[in-house]
């Protein structure tokens, strides 16, 4: 007779991309703790509240991957299969909709109080290369996602898009740090633009995913 490890395993590792997102989501964790850490030590060493919100953000959406991964897992001996996933993909989208309010509170008080640091050239460096790893992911995942009948790699595809979204905001806050023109109009316009643009995609990609639930969750099980 199967085991519950068995089971889990069947599960999780179901079809070849449901297998592939999952391994694909460990470097990426990986990733996300370094970067973690990148933001926590510029954070303190550049006394930027910026980064340490930021750290604090990717703290979250790491939570959030892992958290999707660890229940998706235990929907496996749950009776109501359809109502632990629709549970599962609410509570991930109400919490994707927390954090863009808290990710618009931080964009608004860099503007507000214009608290641009001059970062190092390898900062640069450091967040252009996890935004290019980031960006081409989420391309790649927004593509072959939609080949799968799957809730957990539906919502470990919002992450990671709203991952690399902001991802390219602390790229952006790093560039216009180096260029020095941090009170520039135009400078301000743009991070005011870019940062409304991210957080209205992130507000879309949460709110619609609260408003359809019912009807994803059920189409996907039922397919």
């Known amino acids: 007779m199967e085991n519950r490890k068995d089971k889990a395993k069947r599960f999780l590792f179901k079809s070849d991309f449901r297998r592939a997102t999952v391994l694909s989501t460990i470097p990426s964790l990986i990733l996300d703790l370094f970067f973690i850490g990148f933001n926590f030590l510029i954070g303190v060493w550049m006394l930027s509240l910026w980064n340490i919100i930021m750290c604090i953000y990717y ?16 929907v496996l001996f749950s009776k109501d299969k359809s109502k632990a996933y629709l549970k599962l993909y609410r509570s991930t989208h109400r919490l994707l909709l927390l954090l863009d309010i808290m990710l618009a509170g931080a964009i608004y008080f860099l503007l507000d109080n214009n608290i641009w640091k001059s970062y190092p050239g390898i900062v640069i460096y450091v967040v ?38 902001v991802s390219l905001l602390v790229l952006e806050s790093a560039i216009i740090g180096r260029s020095g023109r941090t009170r520039s109009f135009d400078i301000y316009q743009i991070a005011l633009i870019s940062g409304c643009i991210v957080c209205g995609i992130i507000f879309f990609i949460a709110f619609t995913g609260i408003i359809i639930s019912r009807s994803k969750v ?5 397919s």
């Open 218 to 222: 059920e189409r996907t099980i039922n």
């Open 59 to 74: 703290v979250m959406l790491t939570l959030m991957r892992i958290d999707v991964l660890a229940r998706s897992a235990k």
């Open 128 to 165: 252009g290369f996890y935004t290019l790893y980031k960006v081409t992911a989420s391309v790649i995942n927004l593509f072959r996602a939609r080949k799968a009948n799957s809730i957990t790699t539906v919502l470990l595809r919002k992450i990671g898009h709203a991952d690399s979204l």
